[in-house]
């Protein structure tokens, strides 16, 4: 199974700063790549797609990049309603899986 | 718009079985394949497998080969997952999530089950 790590596992930020989560591939995924976001007690909600693309409804203060084994996923100005914690996960290779999370706190 | 309601919780004792379902709404439930995951207490997600709620094909991790079956009523647009041979690893919060490009083998999920805990407890 392909690995995803996820770093750091955790931040502190403040409201309106830019926060940057990487995930990393122990191999190739091309851009098969898609980010949630999970807040405490609920489901996960689909982000971003496809490495780069944003889920219809979902912020533009969130954006993803990336490409082969390495992604960055970008709050590009922290609000409370983002607290919660992120998971990348991939798809190009079955079963799908995910990285561990990055829990953002205020 | 689009809704996936799960059964409640369940608890069950080690060597037991589960069956847990996801009623889908608000879409055309043969469309879009259902893929269920699941999230032990504090920790990450892990994929399942999904099932084509149109023809009823399957796909399953291999960890979970030979105790998970995916099945479906096309008339309750309702899908199930029954997980046998219960450990206590396998307590967890188990969802429905469905494929968000219809039609295919798509590993995007775009909404949702409310999630089931599934409690393994001698």
């Known amino acids: 199974d392909i690995q995803m790590t996820q770093s750091p596992s955790s931040l502190s930020a403040s409201v309106g700063d830019r926060v940057t989560i990487t995930c990393q591939a122990s191999?190739?995924?091309?851009?098969?790549l898609n980010w949630y976001q999970q807040k405490p007690g609920k489901a996960p909600n689909l982000l971003i797609y496809?490495?780069?693309n944003l889920q219809s409804g979902v912020t533009s203060r969130f954006s993803g990049s990336g490409s082969g084994t390495d992604f960055t996923f970008t709050i590009s100005s922290l609000q409370p309603e983002d607290i919660a914690t992120y998971y990348c996960?991939?798809?190009?290779?079955?079963?799908?899986?995910f990285g561990g999370g990055t829990k953002v706190e205020i | 718009q689009v809704q996936l309601v799960q059964s409640g919780a369940e608890v069950r004792k080690p060597g037991a079985s589960v069956k847990i379902s996801c009623r889908a709404s608000?879409?055309?439930?043969?469309?879009?394949?259902m893929h269920w995951v699941r999230q032990a207490p504090g920790q990450g997600l892990e994929w399942m497998g999904v099932?084509?709620?149109?023809?009823?094909?399957?796909s399953y991790a291999q960890k979970f080969q030979g105790r998970v079956t995916l099945t479906r009523g096309t008339s309750t647009s309702t899908v199930y997952m029954e997980l046998s041979g219960l450990r206590s690893e396998d307590t967890a919060v188990y969802y429905c999530?469905?494929?968000?490009?219809?039609?295919?083998?798509?590993?995007?999920?775009?909404?949702w089950g409310q999630g089931t805990l599934v409690t393994v407890s001698s």
């Open positions: 999530a469905r494929a968000q490009a219809p039609y295919n083998w798509n590993y995007q999920f775009d909404f």
């Open positions: 496809d490495a780069s």
């Open positions: 608000g879409y055309s439930f043969t469309s879009h394949y």
């Open positions: 099932i084509n709620p149109s023809g009823g094909s399957t």
């Open positions: 191999q190739d995924i091309s851009e098969y």
């Open positions: 996960q991939q798809y190009d290779h079955l079963p799908p899986t």
